[in-house]
């Protein structure tokens, strides 16, 4: 873990999209915070030690799911698949499918596996993972306001991106994002395609890797609306922001799915579609999901 010195920054963003604001000034104290996403190896030994068994690989109880499909009640977790042509980007199960046998041993299905791939972020892994792992850890999930602020470097004014205002300055790719035409084209202009080992980009100012890019990160704040600032020189009242909200599903309208918030982009942001690779781009998550390019990192707070 690094330190991460506390300060007062402006959170948000009245540029981009329009959860993202109002932009607000924030106070966060000083905490501990993961260099990298938490990977593989490290929720291996976790699940050794433990024996923790995921969301993913557990059949969703029909009770908490009242008329959904029976086949649809099995192990299983959200794998992006590539289209072959052109699709509608207004339509999210063109590239997304809930995908029997799924989990973070097998990343894209029953038929793959993460060997060799020790050093990834793990994924597949839904809020009730992420939180049985800090515990163990005797840890925490980062706020979004102390992950925003660390990924900006502590910026009171932060840039666009973790490290300036160019997506590529002088032509480097500085994280792992969808080069191309999304989701149908893929460049891999950065190297990667699907996860990098974690740390395979430059660290920003306070020194953590993959703050962009990558993987998006679980936060502990409730998805909802910012509260405004009150006053210009003073935080919200509550500087976690946010409120329990619910997602809904057309198809289960009798069900209502708590959502968290997270952060930070993923490999499959792209400028044409997803331009979420900013500190300031934020996400809801219901928790009892989990997907490909979704994974955590922890922070620890002084006493």
Not at 278 to 285: D, E, F, G, H, T
Request: glycine fraction near 10%; charged fraction near 20%.
């Amino acid at each position: 873990m690094v330190w991460i010195p506390g300060g007062t920054f402006r959170m948000g963003s009245d540029r981009h999209y329009p959860e993202e604001a109002p932009a607000h000034p924030v106070t966060v104290t000083g905490f501990w915070m993961d260099r990298c996403t938490v990977t593989n190896a490290e929720f291996a030994r976790f699940v050794r030690e433990t024996g923790h068994v995921t969301v993913a690989e557990i059949a969703p109880d029909a009770a908490d799911y009242p008329g959904a499909d029976p086949a649809l009640l099995v192990p299983a977790s959200v794998v992006f698949v590539k289209p072959n042509h052109r699709v509608d980007l207004r339509d999210l199960g063109n590239w997304w499918h809930f995908v029997p046998g799924a989990d973070w041993r097998h990343p894209y299905g029953p038929d793959s596996s993460i060997e060799g791939l020790d050093d990834h972020p793990v994924v597949h892994v839904a809020w009730a993972d992420v939180a049985a792992y800090a515990r163990w850890a005797g840890a925490d999930l980062p706020t979004e306001a102390e992950w925003e602020y660390a990924a900006c470097g502590g910026r009171a004014e932060p840039p666009e991106y973790a490290w300036g205002d160019e997506l590529t300055p002088g032509g480097i790719h500085l994280a792992n994002v969808w080069q191309g035409e999304f989701p149908v084209l893929n460049l891999c202009a950065d190297g990667y395609e699907h996860t990098a080992p974690v740390g395979s980009f430059p660290p920003n100012l306070f020194g953590l890797s993959d703050m962009i890019g990558n993987v998006w990160e679980w936060t502990s704040d409730w998805f909802g609306p910012y509260e405004p600032a009150t006053h210009a020189c003073c935080a919200p009242a509550d500087p976690r922001g946010g409120r329990e909200q619910d997602s809904y599903d057309p198809a289960l309208p009798g069900v209502r799915i708590p959502r968290r918030v997270m952060k930070g982009g993923s490999f499959l942001c792209a400028p044409n579609y997803c331009r979420r690779y900013r500190p300031a781009a934020r996400m809801p998550q219901a928790v009892d999901t989990s997907t490909c390019h979704l994974g955590f990192r922890l922070v620890v707070r002084p006493d």
